[in-house]
């Protein structure tokens, strides 16, 4: 594979890199709001020897944690909406559909080789083969875009 096909490789998959690290944050979320609803409440009662006492309960800096988590999640579909349009834009300027479908099977629906060829009823070694010359246009169009 070329410099130019790695390239343009590396720039289509990174919408799947995005949704990958929304599918973790929003895991995470999930697991956060678990244990803030399994939190016991504080022991009002409890007096410490030693250290300071605070009236805060113990979940509230879970509870802050997920609000930011929250924010980041927003930010990231925001992200992963524009980056998706972008892509998307790239793909549908290919010169002919079997080349669009590849790169939107594989680009956008995150689809498997042996998927991408049984949707498309050719044999995976001509998938492979449309998936090269559309990695070679989309790496000359950012190169026109760079310049």
Same mark, same amino acid.
């Given at each position: 594979?070329? &410099?130019?096909? =790695? $390239? ?6 990174? =919408? ?10 929003? &895991?995470?979320?999930? +697991? ?8 016991? $409440?504080? +022991? ?14 113990? !979940?509230? $800096?879970? =509870? ?17 909406? &524009? ?5 998307? &834009? ?7 559909? +079997?080349?669009? =479908?590849?790169? +939107?099977?594989?680009?956008?629906? !995150? ?28 790496? $000359? ?7």
């Amino acid at each position: 594979m070329t &410099d130019q096909q =790695l $390239s343009a490789q590396k720039y289509l998959g990174r =919408l799947h890199r995005l949704e990958e690290l929304l599918a973790s944050n929003l &895991d995470e979320l999930e +697991k956060l709001g678990e244990i803030s609803t399994s939190i016991s $409440s504080p +022991k009002w009662t409890e007096t410490k020897v030693m250290g300071t006492h605070t009236n805060e309960p113990r !979940f509230a $800096s879970v =509870l802050v944690r997920i609000t930011d988590l929250e924010k980041e999640v927003e930010a990231d579909i925001a992200k992963m909406i &524009d980056l998706r349009a972008e892509i998307r &834009d790239i793909i549908n300027r290919m010169p002919n559909v +079997k080349a669009i =479908l590849v790169l +939107k099977y594989r680009y956008i629906e !995150f689809l498997k080789w042996e998927e991408i060829a049984q949707r498309m009823n050719l044999p995976l070694n001509q998938i492979h083969n449309i998936h090269r010359n559309a990695l070679l246009r989309v790496g $000359s169009m950012m190169e026109g875009k760079a310049a």
